[in-house]
Nanobody, 117 residues
């Protein structure tokens, strides 16, 4: 059974930092493209960042320079370090795993991030 479990969300003041974690099980982690998405109230889910098995990364323009995605292929974990948080970063953040070989597209349950003073 495939599981993606996010943690690390919470309430933070503008300018603050949070680190999200995603623990995976039931997949061959090394062949999966891992990503973080977010969905704010009334808005569509959007890609925040993704990381390939070899470490190549992509960031949405809105978070580039503030967020850092990383992965640990030994621990089957992916992380999102978020710095200089803004109120517009408030959303539910979801972990996503997409297989680069064969089928496989999985989502976590999401973790709430609220940036507010």
């Amino acid at each position: 059974q495939v599981q993606l479990v996010e943690s690390g969300g919470g309430l933070v003041q503008p300018g603050g930092s949070l680190t999200l974690s995603c623990a995976t099980s039931g997949i061959i982690f090394s062949i999966y493209l891992m990503g973080w998405y977010r969905q704010a109230p009334g808005k569509q889910r959007e890609l925040v960042a993704r990381i390939f098995s070899g470490g190549s990364t992509y960031y949405a323009a809105s978070v580039r320079g503030r967020f850092t995605i990383s992965r640990d292929n030994d621990k089957n974990m992916v992380y999102l370090q978020m710095n200089s948080l803004k109120p517009e970063d408030t959303a539910v953040y979801y972990c996503n795993a997409v297989a680069t070989l064969g089928p496989g597209d999985y989502w976590g349950q999401g973790t709430q991030v609220t940036v507010s003073s």
